[in-house]
């Protein structure tokens, strides 16, 4: 999925071999897992090239994505809560170990989306020259790790990239106000695969950083824990859509 407010082509879209959860979930800003309808909108595919107006937002763009959903697959859908196994972000017992952004860079814009990856550090992690947070996979020994890097962050995007690699909801409940500078360091690991009772009830053992998940990557290197909670998020709830959409 190329293209859009934000992206180096600003002016067109170019979404190829996509699934409709796939546009859903860039339309309506929610995870896959927010959206339940029927079966094929996760198998079918298709190509979609659309032109962007000049200086279209963010929020612009995603109600003409909804636009193009109701008027091409005539789609319908409703709201519902639902309560999901999730996760609180919370600071660890002896205080987080963050260092806050200088006020430059908070008050900077991100940067913008490029086509190559930024360069690296000695020690693997992505160098970042304006705010934003960039994670790229490596190697350190024999095992794949994965090498983040954020510049002047609120927590709440630590939070939202824990999210994406669990594919379930991790709420920001640390109560920590402001941006940061930080790096984690963690071995990937499958996507809903639960805390160990371990590092939710009592001290946790000492683990290897070099290989720790990310949940014990977060506790340890940021002071940070994840605790399991339910979290109740808005539902899109697909009635109807049309498998083939209206022709050009």
Not at 88 to 99: C, H
Not at 154 to 166: G, H, Q, V, W
Not at 230 to 242: E, H, S
């Amino acid at each position: 999925m190329r293209g859009g407010p934000g992206t180096p082509d600003v002016g067109q879209i170019t979404f190829t071999s996509v699934t409709l959860i796939n546009v859903l979930v860039r339309a309506y800003n929610v995870k896959a897992y927010q959206v339940t309808g029927p079966d094929w909108l996760g198998s079918r595919r298709y190509d979609i090239v659309a032109k962007i107006p000049p200086g279209t937002t963010k929020e612009q763009f995603s109600l003409m994505l909804q636009n193009l959903l109701v008027e091409r697959f005539h789609l319908v859908l409703h709201h519902e809560t639902k309560e999901f196994q999730g996760f609180e972000l919370v600071t660890g017992r002896n205080g987080p170990k963050l260092k806050a952004s200088p006020e430059a860079d908070q008050m900077a814009s991100p940067a913008p989306e490029t086509a190559s990856p930024p360069k690296r550090d000695a020690n693997g992690f992505p160098q970042l020259d304006a705010p934003g947070l960039v994670m790229m996979e490596g190697v350190r020994g024999k095992a794949v790790v994965s090498f983040l890097t954020a510049r002047a962050q609120p927590l709440s995007a630590l939070a939202e990239m824990i999210s994406r690699e669990f594919r379930m909801p991790v709420m920001d409940k640390t109560g920590l106000t402001g941006k940061f500078d930080f790096t984690l360091e963690f071995a990937p690991q499958p996507p809903g695969a639960l805390i160990p009772p371990s590092l939710t009830e009592g001290p946790s053992n000492t683990v290897d950083e070099s290989g720790a998940n990310l949940t014990t990557a977060v506790q340890q290197q940021l002071g940070l824990r994840l605790n399991s909670s339910k979290v109740p998020l808005d539902m899109l709830i697909v009635d109807r859509a049309d498998q083939v959409p209206v022709e050009n």
